[in-house]
Structures are given as C-alpha cells and as structure tokens.
C-alpha cells in the first residue's frame, strides 16, 4: 500500500483544514457511500493524531496516514489522492496489486 496525495490536493488539505502545521490527516473508510474499492464505503478523513499508524506519508507539515486498525480497507492497493480542477473536490484513485 502507498498513499500518493498530489499538489493540487494537498493544497486543498492546506486549506480545507486550516490548522498550523505540523498536523496530521487520517485516512479512513466510512461506512456510506458508493466507493470505487469496497461497496458501501467511501473513504473519509479527520484531523486526528495517530494511536498505531500503519502507513503514513508527510509533505511539507502535513501527514497523511491510516491506522493499523483500518488497513483492510487498503490491501493490496496504492491510493492516490487528487484534485479535480472541474469540480473543485479532492478525489481518490485506486490502482489494485495483482
């Protein structure tokens, strides 16, 4: 599993989340949604700091991380969180591991 956040999203986080840096950002599944990777969840984020990350990632005072607990929701998958310049919301791209 990697997490890949692109410029133009992490912009977005920068702005959306308004907080002095350093801070952190959990990536998580929500039980709601149509989600492209597990029917039924969609993925969701909180400004909360790490109890057991599995994987995280920084870019320049901010990081992006999951926790040991929420790992299945990322098996065998890279996650590539961008912006979508049209309708000025961050999205996710999933690419599965054979």
């Known amino acids: 599993m990697t997490i890949l956040i692109d410029q133009h999203a ?7 989340f308004d907080t002095p840096k350093p801070f952190y950002i959990r990536l998580y599944p929500q039980y709601a949604g149509f989600g492209d990777k597990n029917k039924g969840y969609s993925l969701a ?28 929701f990322f098996d065998d998958t890279d996650v590539e969180i961008k912006f979508n310049d049209h309708d000025g919301e961050i999205f996710a791209a999933y690419t599965e591991h054979q």
Request: net charge negative; proline share 3%; aromatic share 20%.
């Open 45 to 72: 984020f909180a400004l909360e700091t790490p109890a057991i990350a599995a994987q995280q990632q920084e870019i320049d005072g901010i990081t992006f991380y999951v926790e040991s607990n929420d790992i299945w």
């Open 10 to 16: 992490y912009k977005w986080f920068e702005k959306e």
